[in-house]
């Protein structure tokens, strides 16, 4: 996988080793919105199975989504994406040296391939992955996820309409883009003269629309794959869709070879922003981790460095796309930063035998070495102070991390779940047993009102805390064992020790305050007492900090402990 820049948009080129090459090409374009954080490894499995195959694919981000340049508010979105997708072709023709094209897309995104065919040149294929066929219909599925994904995050369904369009998992769709949307309707388009395979999931009504209208056109092959389903609306839960990566190879396999030619080196990935410049590479051992340096035209003293850990499955782009936002906002700031991705995870390669599940890939011992290598190659850019930024199982790495390494400044931990793992627990036992304690305990004795106070100063945060410690310390020390707290208290007083200002953010009930009280005393007072660290609940807040007014309390919190300023109160 070599990353790529053209465009303005950031790219991976996947090519094919040994002479085994067919002269084929896949331009791969991504989903919609949330559905694209949530199918980034699929589609790197499936642009690694076709380069195995002897074909090159080009994975791309949409103008304004992902690591590319723009915003998803920025005019004319559907124009720009369907143009993009011819700009990818071209893009892989000059740089993989093929000549016969095919345009695949999941989802929204093949609907956008459908659509870009319709341009000259036609591809030599289209391989469309669960098409939406009516953009009305996918107008009103994208209003009732944006209030499903609301709901389950415990935030205001309503506030996901806004005067200006949707927000879905906090990523705006337009008025303007929800009006383009849903004037598509594939049905009705004559069909581009090319092989084409539909590909879609079990009891698809569309599906069988879309084939009964395109059922005239030569080389329409209609299949039903097994596990879309597997691709869900988490990244963290979703899991590889064996069966469409295997049809999509095997189909692409069978077209006429195209010719080869010399392909030109593609260039250094490299993106210029107002305020920034981005580079993208591969790091560690193997080129198996991804990760995307973000600079500052002028950079702040000390030249300071912000280094991102995945939170959960989520790849460097963060949720509702807060670290591509974050690391722009800082390199304003003069504060640089790297985004990864850690092994098995987005766009960083799988560990050789490692199974593709999450509790293979999560809270693993062998992801500190690839954080250590993050950290050498800022040390080798010449980067100064060095501010590790974790949620959730990020925050667990980057706390053990940071307790063991001494080129790290600072940390800034969010919600995180787990202080030091319970040996044999599995991530899906970690969730069954933090949530109910969220919402069963927490949700009585820290409401909100509390909360509030505390933010605006009427009242402490100790107390508060004494008062949760008080009710549940029994039941809390019944479940922990005191080796597992003397490790977490252990790894406090190293950072303390070394006077690195740490930051704590929890949204308000979040799952991750039982295990706080648990490891920290009835009272709260070990971890309020250090001198070197703050507690802030967040309120209104989700898990994934997805309210725009959460993720701005991290990012100033992220640049005053990056650039090493005094905390105020």
Known sequence: MIPVTFNGLMGKLHLPDGPAR???????????????????????LLADALA???????????????????????????????????????????????????????????????????SAPAPAGLLLLDPIVKGRSY????????RAVAEGARLNPDDTVTPDGLLIAGLATTNETLDAIRRIDLCRLEPVPVATLLLHRRNSAEARLLAEAWQGCHGLTVAEAQDFEAISLSPTMASTPADVIARSVSWVSGLPAGDRAVADAAPVATLDGPHFREEAMTIGEGHRLFGIICQPRAAADGKPVLLIVNAGRNSHVGWARSSVLLARELAAEGVASLRMDLAGIGDGRDRPGAQDTVDAVLYNPANDAQIADAVELLASRGFGHVTM??????????????????????????????????????????????????????AKVLEARAWKRILTGERKIGPLIREFGRRFAARLRAVAPSEQTRSARDMVRKLGDRKVPVELLFSENDAGLGDMALHFGANGRWLVARDNLRITIIPGADHDLT???ARRTLSARALATARGKPRGD
């Open 52 to 118: 195995a195959a002897g074909h090159a694919a080009l994975r791309f981000d949409l103008p304004g989504t992902g690591d590319s340049l723009g915003d998803d508010t920025d005019p004319e979105r559907l124009g720009a994406w369907t143009g993009s997708v011819s700009q990818a072709a071209d893009f892989l023709k000059r740089h993989a040296g093929v000549s016969a094209i095919v345009f695949a897309g999941l989802r929204f995104g093949a609907t956008l391939a459908a659509l870009a065919a319709r």
């Open 389 to 442: 930024l974790g949620a959730c199982s990020g925050a667990y790495l980057a706390l053990h991390h940071a307790a063991r390494d001494p080129r790290i400044t600072g940390l800034i931990l969010v919600n995180i779940q787990r202080f030091v793992w319970r040996p044999g627990e599995t991530v899906e036992q970690a969730i069954a047993s933090a949530y109910p304690l969220a919402a069963s305990y927490a």
């Open 22 to 44: 067919s002269g084929i090409g896949v331009v791969i374009v991504s989903p919609h919105g949330v559905e694209a954080l949530a199918a980034t490894k699929s589609l790197r």
């Open 139 to 146: 107008a009103r599925e994208l209003a009732m996820t944006a």
């Open 547 to 549: 309210p725009l007014a």
